[in-house]
């Protein structure tokens, strides 16, 4: 069997009510060569189910609640993708998405990471509708990455439950790693209850860990 041209990396954790959505996105992307990676960690709903009985190209694995560092880094050392790309669970995917992604990527064999901007939506009247202007951030579900870089970077840290990806960003800063924005939606994220950022308590106690963690390591590289 040859290699997939994408790997789709999702972690689940009780992402029952929106993760058929979030498969069906990738789904409907313009590309026969993918793999999707759903990483169910720990998980106490019927997610897992969900995802079990729409059958291929998603391929279930599972491990005991880890956290979404661990289950990003799982689902990175069992991908067989040339580029990785990531979902959460309750996001979604423009159509086009992977299609410009590869593209830049395929016309610069220099260029590491591809990234393009953040659309937010909100729930009015049974329907998701976008708010606000697309932003970019560093999200690992805004980019489209060669699997290599994960070796020079580095895997995410799994100590992190929050933030690891912005974590991720600042390493791949301090490596002078080659990453493009580009102006164009990437992911649609869901605003609900459930989002870890209602938690303000936790954005503040690991934002803080990470911007702690990244002067340390800036003074280790200039020192």
């Known amino acids: 069997m040859s290699a997939p041209r994408v790997s789709v990396i999702m972690p689940l954790h009780n992402g029952e009510a929106f993760v058929v959505d979030a498969l069906q996105s990738v789904c409907e992307q313009d590309l026969a060569q993918l793999e999707?990676?759903?990483?169910?960690?720990?998980?106490?709903?019927?997610?897992?189910?969900?995802?079990?009985?729409?059958?291929?190209p998603a391929r279930l694995l599972t491990q005991p609640r880890s956290g979404p560092a661990a289950a990003r880094n799982r689902g990175i050392r069992a991908a067989r993708g040339a580029y990785l790309a990531f979902i959460d669970a309750d996001d979604?995917?423009?159509?086009?998405?992977?299609?410009?992604?590869?593209?830049?990527?395929d016309a610069d064999p220099g260029l590491a990471v591809v990234q393009g901007q953040l659309q937010e939506l909100h729930e009015w009247e049974g329907q998701w509708v976008a708010t606000g202007a697309p932003l970019f951030?560093?999200?690992?579900c805004t980019g489209l990455f060669r699997r290599e870089v994960f070796n020079s970077v580095g895997y995410l840290d799994e100590s992190l439950v929050y933030c690891e990806?912005?974590?991720?960003?600042?390493?791949?800063?301090?490596?002078?790693?080659?990453?493009?924005?580009?102006?164009?939606?990437?992911?649609?994220y869901r605003r609900h209850?459930?989002?870890?950022?209602?938690?303000?308590?936790?954005?503040?106690?690991?934002?803080l860990r990470v911007v702690?963690?990244?002067?340390?390591?800036?003074?280790?590289?200039?020192?």
Not at 36 to 56: E, K, M, N, Q, T
Not at 170 to 181: G, P, Q, S, Y
Not at 212 to 223: P, V, Y
Request: charged letters at 30%; one cysteine or more; aromatic letters at 6%.
């Open 36 to 56: 999707i990676l759903v990483v169910d960690d720990g998980s106490d709903d019927g997610g897992a189910d969900r995802v079990r009985a729409c059958g291929a």
């Open 92 to 105: 979604r995917w423009p159509d086009d998405r992977l299609a410009w992604q590869i593209a830049a990527l």
């Open 137 to 140: 951030a560093n999200s690992l």
């Open 165 to 188: 990806d912005v974590d991720w960003f600042f390493a791949a800063a301090t490596a002078a790693t080659a990453i493009r924005r580009e102006p164009r939606v990437a992911t649609l």
């Open 193 to 207: 209850a459930g989002n870890l950022t209602n938690r303000r308590d936790l954005v503040r106690h690991y934002t």
């Open 212 to 223: 702690a963690k990244h002067r340390r390591r800036l003074r280790a590289e200039s020192s």
